[in-house]
Structure formats: structure tokens, C-alpha cells
């Protein structure tokens, strides 16, 4: 896999990177850039908004790629949640559709379920995607995981998502909780700003880093 370091462009960051290879929904072909990495600290949300001096969601490219990289909680069995806006950050309420199944299995191999997730997806609801439900607080547990958002400067479709994720949940015997989701934002307004929030607290730490495919 090739890696090589960009010039400063349009994005104003010293550490883009891109590389070609191989990634989850990516061909050997394609070029992933690096756009922006936000490093979350007892923050409430982290936002991703498209403007003059932070160019981050807009038609450079047709699908964007959010990491999730140990995302902790200060609450204990909240919810790690995301939306989308279509004024810039205004307002995080688009109307979205979507459908999400869970595989879980306990640290004591006593418990293990594949199953549709019911109260994780969304019918026509502006509310908040959940993307991890239910994340433990103690110092050990944390999640991980990614969100595909596919041309979301659109004037012409809805915009589809697609996200899986992995937890240390809750419970006291944890469990290895992945969700699965796809879903769509039903609107044909370009969707310029992401906001990743919980359910309840701050989001005490983790990464989120955001990529462009070509």
C-alpha cells in the first residue's frame, strides 16, 4: 500500500494524507483522503459542518467515511448518536429511514443473540441515529467503528448511510455489542453538516476522523 503525504490544498491541513489500497467499500483503485480529525474531550457534540474556512462536506466527493476511534462515555449506557442538517449546522433534524440488526455475545459465553434491533431504528423520524447503543463508562470500555455517507451534496436523491460499530456495553458481565444499519436521509437538500452527540452526557473521549474516497 502506497503512502504519500499531500501538499497543503483547499482543505488547509498539515497532515492530510492519502493512500491507495484496499478499504471496506473501497476498490484498489480508489484514493481515500484524509479531511479532518476532531479529538473529542468531555464535548458535548462534535460537529462536522461544511463553511468558507472548514471544507468538509460538500461535492469534492461522492462518499464520505467517518472513524470512530474509542469513543468513551461519562454516562454510563447511553447511546453515541448522529444526525444531519441541511443549514449548515443550524439545525441537526433531517428526516431519515432506517433499519439496524445487532449480534452480542457476553464475556462469559453464557449469552449470545443476532437479532432485528426495534428500538434503534427510525421511520420518517428527524430524532438522532443511535449508532452505539448502550456504551459502558468504566475506564476499560469504550467503541469503535464507521459510518459510510454516500453524496451527500446531492440536489437529486436521498442520501444514504451505512454504519457498523462495536461496543463494551454496560453490563456488569459485558458483551461484544455490534450494530449493523443502513439507512437513508429523505431528503434531496444537500446535507452539509454531521453532529455526533449522545443520549445523555458529554462524550468524554475518543477520535472521530472524517475521509473522502475518489
Given at each position: 500500500?502506497?503512502?504519500?503525504?499531500?501538499?497543503?490544498?483547499?482543505?488547509?491541513?498539515?497532515?492530510?494524507?492519502?493512500?491507495?489500497?484496499?478499504?471496506?467499500?473501497?476498490?484498489?483503485?480508489?484514493?481515500?483522503?484524509?479531511?479532518?480529525?476532531?479529538?473529542?474531550?468531555?464535548?458535548?457534540?462534535?460537529?462536522?459542518?461544511?463553511?468558507?474556512?472548514?471544507?468538509?462536506?460538500?461535492?469534492?466527493?461522492?462518499?464520505?467515511?467517518?472513524?470512530?476511534?474509542?469513543?468513551?462515555?461519562?454516562?454510563?449506557?447511553?447511546?453515541?448518536?448522529?444526525?444531519?442538517?441541511?443549514?449548515?449546522?443550524?439545525?441537526?433534524?433531517?428526516?431519515?429511514?432506517?433499519?439496524?440488526?445487532?449480534?452480542?455475545?457476553?464475556?462469559?459465553?453464557?449469552?449470545?443473540?443476532?437479532?432485528?434491533?426495534?428500538?434503534?431504528?427510525?421511520?420518517?423520524?428527524?430524532?438522532?441515529?443511535?449508532?452505539?447503543?448502550?456504551?459502558?463508562?468504566?475506564?476499560?470500555?469504550?467503541?469503535?467503528?464507521?459510518?459510510?455517507?454516500?453524496?451527500?451534496?446531492?440536489?437529486?436523491?436521498?442520501?444514504?448511510?451505512?454504519?457498523?460499530t462495536n461496543i463494551v456495553n454496560k453490563?456488569?458481565?459485558?458483551?461484544?455489542?455490534e450494530l449493523f444499519i443502513g439507512g437513508?436521509?429523505?431528503?434531496?437538500?444537500a446535507i452539509n453538516a454531521i453532529n455526533?452527540?449522545?443520549?445523555?452526557?458529554?462524550?468524554?473521549?475518543?477520535?472521530?476522523?472524517?475521509?473522502?474516497?475518489?
Amino acid at each position: 500500500m502506497a503512502l504519500s503525504k499531500l501538499a497543503a490544498n483547499s482543505f488547509d491541513l498539515t497532515d492530510n494524507y492519502a493512500f491507495t489500497g484496499t478499504t471496506t467499500g473501497a476498490t484498489s483503485t480508489q484514493k481515500i483522503f484524509l479531511i479532518k480529525n476532531i479529538d473529542a474531550s468531555s464535548s458535548g457534540t462534535v460537529s462536522f459542518v461544511n463553511g468558507a474556512s472548514s471544507v468538509v462536506l460538500d461535492n469534492t466527493y461522492k462518499t464520505y467515511l467517518f472513524k470512530f476511534i474509542n469513543i468513551h462515555l461519562e454516562t454510563n449506557d447511553r447511546h453515541f448518536t448522529f444526525n444531519g442538517s441541511t443549514d449548515g449546522g443550524s439545525n441537526y433534524n433531517v428526516t431519515k429511514t432506517s433499519t439496524v440488526f445487532e449480534a452480542r455475545h457476553n464475556e462469559s459465553g453464557s449469552s449470545n443473540t443476532l437479532e432485528y434491533a426495534t428500538g434503534s431504528d427510525l421511520a420518517q423520524s428527524t430524532a438522532y441515529q443511535k449508532l452505539m447503543d448502550g456504551l459502558g463508562n468504566e475506564n476499560d470500555k469504550s467503541g469503535v467503528g464507521e459510518l459510510w455517507l454516500f453524496n451527500p451534496s446531492s440536489t437529486t436523491y436521498v442520501k444514504h448511510f451505512i454504519s457498523n460499530t462495536n461496543i463494551v456495553n454496560k453490563d456488569s458481565t459485558p458483551f461484544s455489542r455490534e450494530l449493523f444499519i443502513g439507512g437513508y436521509f429523505n431528503t434531496t437538500s444537500a446535507i452539509n453538516a454531521i453532529n455526533f452527540s449522545t443520549s445523555g452526557g458529554n462524550i468524554d473521549s475518543g477520535r472521530i476522523a472524517l475521509y473522502g474516497i475518489k
